[in-house]
């Protein structure tokens, strides 16, 4: 069985439907990458499966449950995560601070997670007591997938992890999804960075105008000449 | 020829109203177009009403006066004041976003009223500013409160025309553009700070007019008679009750809620003797009531804005 | 020298009382995102509920735990009953009711106590000599009480989960309903340490100087300038905001007529907003 089956979804912002029939598959500890065009509605997808744009039509199952209605708080206590693109750590609080809100709704074992978090980014553990609006957009970026790691989520939401971070921060970032995939977390990720991305992947889909294009294992992708020259450029 | 009873109270109704009536107008092209939160009405009214009754009032040792100029430049003179305070201290608040506008009016608003109350010798301070002339007041009878009356319902008509076509013009799109979509129009090169700025002083000298025309209905003024929730709250709510974005609705929502404000004024009136001196609360508590079911049931007010090139409001 | 150093000192009570009514426009304006113009005729309840108390006997101390209690209570009813259903809409409609919600509680209190001055003890209290400058003990208490509950905002703040949460749906709402933040807890309590810090501030206000049905209302356009120097949203700078105007406003009088005190509270705000928007912390 999957764990999150996205069915024929349309959905967007206001009255403007930006996925017109949007079907994706995850199953159990994959990696599965998104990619496209600008305005293919990558992100949008990933928001509407965590209940931040509304599901118009369609299903959106997690683990079984339809969840296409129900709010963000919601899904995320089902073990679900989401790591924003940008505005995704709370400036002001310090690093320690974000993974204690991470871990909110958690009843018990917070310190505990948050030191497998600090094992998993070191360079966290250095920087706990500073706030998060002063650190370095790579080290930021940690504290935002750490956040999101709190509660021990089946499935992570990465939109544009690598985004403007230095080509060596990029590898680590991926770095560590491999380490955090390893552990047994699905990880579904928009990425611009297509062709690392898809080499990085199990699986890949090709968005375009709302719907998925292309689908395949990600090496496959990688070496399709069509996806190639459309988005991979050559 | 004389009015009394009932037709006078028609009258006495119908010019109050009327008065409101262009402040709603005012009101409404601030926050209804332009969506600028003006919560010192009060102030522009009091400005206006006190020019217009300084410069037309003979000389007096309570006051500055002996201007002695006709009622019609009274009028002008009380637009181009509140529009020159609201040009102050719209310059300075435009660029930042709308609470801070509130919060400003609202100082603003204070500051003129202590103003008027301390500076006796330009004001009256707390005694007030009387003598203060009506046109056509040697008439006999009730023609003077009939004739001001017509004059009054005769500005509200002009304002209605005038904010019409203002709208409907170049700058009054840019205007409505700027409401909806405020990054699309600066995008599009659009003076969108300038637009708005403008609109806020023609509000304010608008509710300028207002003040005056209401200082030579009573012939006497005083800083009481602008108290914030007279002549600030009761006008948001007329303006929401009518329907905001709408100048017809400005308008109904303004003899719509003086009368309402009336109706408290007769009921309280009835209330055994010993409770009189608290009618004036009650009154505040029961219109402010009111508001607040008319927010949670029916904000777009009785005529809600049309829906031609007036899309939804951007949510914040 | 003498007399500038009294007035500094009249300048930090009131300044304490100004400070204990900006931290909770500000927590409010930073974390449920709207100016509320009703807070300061919430100062006005807390004062009044405390002169209910002390009407059926108990000691002032006690009486003041009791309004914070009773205006916490209020000010919860008023969001779970009003402004609850309205903050689906813009923030503009919670500021316009907020508005017509400081005129029905203003209203209501003159209703039922009239619109006289009313005291909690009758008598004038004499001033302490030290130093040569006068200190009445309610002042004393005042500024010990604004210290403390200070110290405890900050406690509740930085070591609390809740006071956590407050800051952190303060600097980035949606995150914190995606960490899956409770939203609504949130907002309840910041109603109730704002609403306690209000009539934290009434109490002592009508302690220093009297009640009255105007007694907040008349000081809010200086809580909201203090809240503004501060940088509006940081409940911090509101400290430093506070005691900004309340020693401005007392030294003012030096060279202005005391009518015109809330004028120097408007012309710093003015000043504050040409010059530097986010205050001197830089808020939102």
Redesign the interface.
């Known amino acids: 069985m999957s764990l999150l089956e996205v069915d024929d979804i349309h959905g967007g912002y206001g009255g403007v439907d930006i996925l017109q029939g949007l079907s994706i598959r995850v199953g159990p500890g994959e990696i599965v990458v998104l990619i496209g065009p600008n305005g293919a509605g990558k992100s949008t997808a990933m928001k509407a499966v965590?209940g931040?744009v509304r599901v118009r039509a369609g299903h959106v199952r997690f683990k079984g449950e339809d969840i296409a209605d129900l709010?963000?708080?919601r899904i995320?206590?089902r073990g679900m995560g989401?790591v924003?693109q940008e505005?995704?750590?709370?400036?002001?609080?310090t690093v320690r601070?974000?993974l204690?809100?991470?871990g909110?709704?958690r009843k018990a074992g917070v310190a505990a997670q948050i030191a497998r978090v600090f094992e998993l980014f070191p360079p966290l553990a250095e920087a706990s007591q500073r706030p998060a609006g002063e650190l370095s957009g790579g080290q930021r970026q940690m504290v935002a997938i750490g956040?999101?790691l709190?509660?021990a989520p089946d499935l992570l939401l990465l939109d544009e992890p690598t985004a403007g971070l230095s080509p060596q921060f990029v590898e680590t970032i991926f770095a560590k999804l491999r380490d955090i995939n390893a552990l047994g977390v699905a990880v579904l990720m928009v990425e611009h960075n297509a062709k690392q991305a898809l080499a990085f992947a199990d699986r890949g889909y090709v968005l375009s105008m709302g719907q998925a294009r292309h689908e395949g294992p990600g090496p496959t992708l990688l070496d399709d000449p069509h996806v190639r020259e459309s988005f991979l450029g050559g | 020829m004389e009015i009394s009873g009932f037709a006078g109270y028609l009258v006495l109704f119908a010019t109050f109203a009327g008065v409101y009536a262009v402040l709603a107008l005012g009101l409404n092209l601030q926050w209804g177009f332009a969506g600028q939160f003006n919560f010192g009405i009060a102030a522009f009214f009091a400005v206006g009403a006190y020019t217009s009754a300084i410069l037309t009032t003979p000389p007096s040792p309570t006051h500055l006066g002996g201007f002695g100029l006709p009622f019609l430049l009274g009028l002008a003179a009380a637009a181009v004041t509140s529009g020159a305070l609201a040009l102050l201290v719209g310059a300075i608040t435009i660029r930042l976003r709308t609470d801070y506008l509130a919060i400003a009016t609202i100082g603003i608003a204070e500051i003129v009223r202590l103003f008027l109350k301390n500076e006796d010798w330009l004001t009256g301070g707390v005694r007030g500013l009387s003598g203060i002339p009506k046109p056509f007041a040697d008439l006999d009878g009730g023609w003077p409160v009939l004739i001001y009356m017509i004059l009054v319902i005769l500005a509200v008509l002009a304002t209605y025309l005038f904010l019409e076509r203002a709208i409907s013009s170049p700058w009054g799109r840019v205007l409505r553009a700027t409401r909806e979509n405020e990054a699309g129009a600066a995008a599009a090169g659009k003076n969108v700070n300038r637009v708005r700025l403008e609109a806020f002083v023609i509000g304010s000298a608008i509710m300028g007019v207002a003040g005056g025309l209401f200082a030579h209905f009573f012939s006497f003024i005083s800083p009481e008679a602008f108290d914030p929730v007279f002549a600030t709250f009761l006008v948001w709510i007329m303006l929401v009750a009518g329907g905001s974005g709408n100048n017809r609705g400005a308008v109904l929502g303004a003899f719509a809620i003086w009368l309402v404000w009336s109706g408290t004024e007769i009921l309280t009136g009835r209330l055994p003797a010993d409770m009189i001196t608290q009618a004036g609360a009650i009154r505040v508590f029961l219109v402010g009531l009111m508001f607040q079911v008319i927010l949670l049931l029916r904000p777009e007010g009785i005529l809600p804005e049309r829906p031609e090139g007036h899309r939804a409001r951007p949510r914040d | 020298m003498i007399d500038l150093l009294q007035l500094l000192l009249y300048g930090v009570v009131l300044g304490c009382i100004i400070t204990l009514g900006a931290i909770g426009i500000s927590l409010v304006f930073g974390i449920l995102g709207f100016a509320n113009f009703a807070h300061g005729d919430l100062m006005t309840v807390g004062a009044y509920l405390a002169l209910v108390f002390v009407g059926l006997g108990w000691p002032l101390h006690v009486a003041f735990l009791g309004a914070l209690a009773g205006t916490a209570v209020v000010a919860v009813l008023v969001d779970q009953f009003l402004y609850r259903h309205l903050r689906r809409r813009s923030s503009v409609v919670l500021v316009i009711s907020s508005l017509g919600m400081a005129l029905m509680l203003r209203s209501l209190i003159q209703l039922v106590w009239g619109p006289d001055n009313q005291v909690y003890q009758p008598g004038i209290q004499l001033p302490i000599e030290f130093l040569g400058l006068r200190i009445k003990p309610n002042q004393i208490v005042i500024v010990g009480g604004a210290v403390v509950l200070v110290a405890a905002l900050h406690v509740f703040l930085s070591r609390t989960?809740m006071g956590?949460?407050m800051?952190?749906t303060?600097?980035?709402r949606?995150?914190?309903?995606?960490?899956?933040?409770?939203?609504g807890r949130v907002v309840l309590w910041t109603w109730i340490i704002g609403a306690l810090l209000a009539a934290a501030a009434g109490v002592f206000l009508a302690m220093d100087t009297r009640l009255h049905p105007f007694m907040g209302r008349n000081i809010l356009l200086a809580i909201f300038a203090a809240a503004i120097l501060g940088g509006i949203g940081k409940p911090y700078g509101a400290i430093a905001g506070g005691l900004t105007i309340g020693i401005a406003e007392e030294m003012s009088t030096l060279v202005l007529s005391p009518a015109y005190k809330s004028a120097v509270a408007f012309a710093i705000m003015i000043a504050m907003l040409i010059f530097r928007p986010t205050g001197l912390f830089g808020g939102r």
Not at chain 1, 87 to 93: A, D, G, M, Q, T
Not at chain 3, 174 to 183: E, F, H, V
């Open positions: 965590f931040l709010s963000p708080d995320v206590r989401y924003p505005y995704n750590v709370f400036p002001s609080l601070e974000n204690e809100m991470g909110f709704i956040r999101a709190m509660l | 989960k956590k949460a800051r952190a303060a600097d980035n949606d995150l914190a309903q995606t960490a899956g933040i409770d939203i």
